[in-house]
């Protein structure tokens, strides 16, 4: 069965840094993408970066460009997600997810202070 791990959040100010990790164990061998996406309070979950693992393709929220960076690790279904600048709008908690999808981890949690 698949199982995600977030791991990373915290608690920063306006203008600080946080750097996400993600292993996925179990996932399918077909399994080609892994992603990001956070859900703050009372507000659906939304996509917020995604990286293709053979070519190293990434894509982003038009909110997050330019201020986080989604990376692949050495083993494989290790993804991270580097956040610079943040802002209290990117309070939420953080999960990621393969491409297939599988069940949704725990998450982790991001609190940006003002």
């Known amino acids: 069965q698949a199982k995600l791990v977030e791991s990373g959040g915290g608690l920063v100010q306006t203008g600080g840094s946080l750097r996400l990790s993600c292993t996925a164990s179990?996932?399918?061998?077909?399994?080609?993408?892994m992603g990001w996406f956070r859900q703050a309070p009372g507000k659906e979950r939304d996509f917020v970066a995604y990286f293709t693992l053979s070519r190293g393709s990434v894509d982003y929220a038009d909110s997050v460009k330019g201020r986080f960076t989604i990376s692949g690790g050495d083993a494989k279904n290790t993804v991270y997600l580097q956040m610079n600048s943040l802002k209290p709008e990117d309070t939420a908690v953080y999960y990621c997810?393969?491409?297939?999808?599988?069940?949704w981890g725990q998450g982790t949690q991001v609190t940006v202070s003002s």
């Open positions: 179990g996932v399918t061998s077909n399994t080609y993408a």
């Open positions: 997810n393969a491409d297939p999808a599988v069940s």
